[in-house]
């Protein structure tokens, strides 16, 4: 599966690189914004796209519905600061399909990844 | 001109080969009757192939018999192709591995040349080349003369050797090659009639090996599988895959060393440093070795002098010597074991702090008061990733932590029976005691720990054991690890 990060800090590509290691993923590509993400997604063809909100030159909900245009099943995660419930419902109408707000813990990031995956797959998620 | 006549004045000729017809033509003939037309007709007749070599030559022929009609004339006028049989097939051998390279390429090794050609399973022993197809000829009269295929390689081979479609023969044993009277097969014992010495160089085999006589100073001898050696082993280095059966014994003069995959059995062993996975059997003596055997030294009748043994148990029948021959018997320790656990043990503890001091700062940090800024939430998010690194490690170092010392626990209960004498200035390790002998024990007797753990001395005329105390210098040793204190330090369960 084909996964890509699009994040402008990289530490944190760096630890969701590391959870979906760990979770067997090893074709991951990374975007430092949603403009650079764009450029990519074309030749890459993600099958599952993490998405920071708070980016320079293009922010994660602009990236969501730029992408969405041309792309409507991607499973898309929004990984963010933004907690407030009117974001998250923002998020959600632009095309985003699961959220994790930061800080997370690599459990929970695993186990939001493997609960969208299994939505997108008609399966339930395991415990 | 009749018929029988022109048949005894011109005669057509193919030879037995049927590569070549020649026309002989007698004086006698007249010259007017003599054409080139006459002979052709004559060879049309044989069914000689027509060509313009033909006619050139029956013209010359016909010109040359003219020119001279008292004289007999004759001239091969036409030629066949020979056919070219084919070749027959070969085996080739393929060429020995050369030794490795030395750092000075103009220096020759002494000790790598071998007469031997090892393989090991899968290795290249040659290749078989198929024979080949001929080239059919054609006779004077356009018959074709056909060729014969070459004949097959004149080898054998038996179930040691694969030999695939390509002609790629490899070994379907590890051993070593042997092509003889055109045979090829693959031997798993390499037997050395004599010594392994410059005659044979060092020994690197998979398979078993015998040994005739004895191996010299300074070779060494790696096999995959087991060694009997019926003379002397000097200072050499042994390597085995298997067991050892030295027949003799080894004189090692503490620069040979010995290391055997599961048994080693052996008359004497002389400062020799030896590691025996399995048992060790010694018929004679042992002096001034260093010897970790995996499991049990069994020498009933063998003495230990001097020199250090590791085993889990020991049967011997004297223990040290009356000259006060510093002699150490260590009972259920295996070097390895302890090195290990120590390592992780040394790992864990600053580990252990490492998470517990992220613990808290996290634990600090989640307590805070307030909203997170995006800055501090992927701070935040960093350090628990951080912690779960550390902790997943941790969780790795500790489970590999228990395992060495649960092998150390099972090991630890080990016994020294000696069938004579135990001689005073042997020191023995067992369970995390040290024994010191200042006076001689007379055997049998068999030294074990009791429920409790402490050391105790059983004589077999006695069933009831005693406190070895009473016999001999009871320390709690700092040897060996202290697998209770590994327990705390690392945060461990006690064990059961």
Redesign the interface.
């Known amino acids: 599966m084909r996964i890509m990060l699009i994040d402008d800090?990289k530490?944190?590509r760096n630890?969701q690189k590391?959870v979906l290691t760990q979770l067997g993923h090893t074709e991951i590509q990374e975007a430092c914004d949603g403009q650079d993400a764009l450029s990519k997604v074309g030749a890459f063809k993600p099958d599952l796209l993490l998405v920071d909100w708070?980016m320079p030159n293009m922010d994660g909900l602009s990236f969501v519905k730029a992408f969405r245009q041309s792309n409507r099943s991607t499973p898309i995660i929004m990984v963010t600061?933004e907690a407030e419930k009117s974001r998250v419902i923002e998020a959600i109408k632009a095309g985003v399909q699961n959220y994790v707000?930061?800080?997370?813990?690599?459990?929970l990031l695993s186990q939001r990844i493997q609960e969208t995956m299994s939505k997108v797959a008609g399966q339930p998620a395991a415990a | 001109m009749d018929a029988s006549a022109l048949d005894r004045l011109i005669r057509v000729s193919i030879s037995a080969d049927r590569l070549a017809a020649t026309v002989i033509i007698q004086p006698g003939l007249d010259p007017e009757f003599l054409t080139a037309d006459l002979i052709n007709t004559l060879l049309d007749q044989q069914v000689i192939a027509r060509s313009r070599a033909r006619d050139d030559a029956v013209a010359d022929l016909v010109r040359a018999a003219r020119e001279r009609p008292d004289q007999p004339a004759h001239a091969i006028v036409a030629r066949g192709v020979e056919p070219i049989h084919g070749g027959p097939g070969r085996f080739e051998l393929a060429p020995r591995p050369a030794p490795p390279p030395l750092a000075d390429p103009g220096a020759t090794d002494h000790y790598q040349r071998t007469p031997f050609h090892v393989v090991h399973a899968g290795g290249r022993v040659g290749t078989l080349f198929p024979p080949a197809d001929g080239i059919d000829g054609v006779d004077v009269t356009g018959q074709v003369l056909p060729s014969r295929r070459g004949a097959a390689a004149n080898v054998r081979f038996d179930e040691t050797v694969i030999v695939d479609a390509a002609g790629a023969v490899t070994a379907a044993i590890p051993g070593i090659v042997i092509f003889r009277d055109s045979s090829l097969r693959i031997l798993d014992t390499l037997k050395i009639d004599g010594y392994v010495d410059f005659s044979t160089g060092n020994i690197d085999f998979p398979g078993h090996v015998s040994v005739g006589r004895g191996i010299r100073d300074c070779f060494t001898v790696r096999t995959g599988r087991s060694i009997t050696v019926h003379e002397l082993v000097e200072a050499a280095r042994l390597e085995i895959g298997e067991d050892a059966i030295l027949e003799r014994g080894m004189a090692a003069r503490e620069k040979g060393s010995l290391s055997v995959g599961r048994d080693l059995h052996a008359k004497y062993l002389d400062n020799v440093e030896a590691r025996i996975t399995r048992d060790a059997v010694i018929a004679k003596e042992v002096a001034n070795c260093h010897l970790s055997v995996g499991r049990h030294f069994a020498g009933p009748g063998c003495s230990f002098v001097g020199g250090e043994l590791f085993a889990m148990s020991a049967e011997i029948a004297q223990v040290g010597s009356r000259a006060g021959v510093a002699t150490g018997i260590v009972l259920g320790r295996v070097a390895e074991v302890e090195d290990k656990a120590a390592r992780l043990a040394r790992a864990v503890v600053p580990m252990r702090k490492r998470v517990d001091a992220l613990r808290d700062r996290l634990d600090q940090l989640r307590r805070g008061s307030g909203r997170l800024t995006a800055t501090q939430a992927e701070d935040l998010t960093e350090l628990q990733f951080e912690e779960a690194t550390q902790q997943d490690r941790l969780g790795k170092l500790t489970h590999g932590l228990e395992a060495y010392l649960q092998v150390i626990a099972a090991q630890a209960r080990g016994s020294l029976t000696f069938h004579r004498l135990l001689c005073a200035g042997v020191r023995l390790w067992i369970g995390g005691w040290r024994a010191e002998f200042n006076t001689e024990l007379m055997g049998p007797a068999t030294i074990s720990l009791d429920a409790a753990g402490d050391p105790v001395i059983t004589d077999p005329a006695s069933p009831t054991p005693i406190p070895l105390s009473r016999l001999a210098r009871i320390i709690a040793d700092d040897r060996f690890i202290d697998v209770d204190r590994i327990r705390r330090d690392c945060g461990l369960p006690r064990a059961a």
């Not at chain 1, 707000?101 to 459990?107: A, E």
């Open positions: 800090s530490t944190m630890i590391a708070n600061t707000v930061k800080p997370f813990t690599p459990d």
